[in-house]
């Protein structure tokens, strides 16, 4: 992911306002490890910035992935969540105990390439998602 000052130049390429609350949601985003809802951003924004809104929230992150600078992932966990990684070539692991998303490389490109070839079929991305169960959940 770029960094937030990174964000902020792109922001302003773009012609889109650049507030401080947007800057902290790059941090926030920057920081991530676990591929934030919305509403988990919010949660550590409105922390610091109580007058903050959710819709300032969404509306970054809309925005974030209509530039291609975040994906949106939804992953069957209730909430769309956020990941800052837009690398084509990752996959994911979920908890199904305490929905927690992780990113994990895999070798997949000879995978893709075997399939498209067999199949007469244009890949143009490979999503693979593991559930299971966490270490930290799997020693409670």
């Known amino acids: 992911m770029k960094s937030p000052k990174e964000l902020v130049d792109v922001f302003r390429a773009v012609g889109k306002k650049v507030t401080p609350q947007r800057e902290r949601i790059f941090q926030i985003l920057y920081e991530s490890t676990n591929h934030p809802s919305a509403e988990s951003v919010f949660s550590e924004l409105v922390a610091e910035m109580p ?3 959710l819709k300032t929230v969404y509306q970054t992150l809309s925005e974030l992935v209509d530039l291609g600078e975040i994906n949106s992932l939804e992953l069957g966990l209730g909430a769309m969540r956020f990941d800052p990684n837009v690398s ?13 998303v992780e990113d994990i490389d ?3 490109p000879g995978f893709a390439q075997q399939v498209a070839l067999s199949s007469n079929f244009s890949i143009e991305l490979v999503e693979l998602t593991m559930r299971g169960t ?7």
Do not use: P, T, Y
């Not at 966490?134 to 409670?140: A, F, K, L, N, Y």
């Open 106 to 108: 895999l070798d997949l």
């Open 88 to 100: 084509r070539i990752h996959h994911h692991l979920v908890c199904l105990s305490c929905k927690g």
């Open 51 to 53: 007058s903050v809104s």
């Open 134 to 140: 966490c270490e930290s959940c799997s020693h409670r």
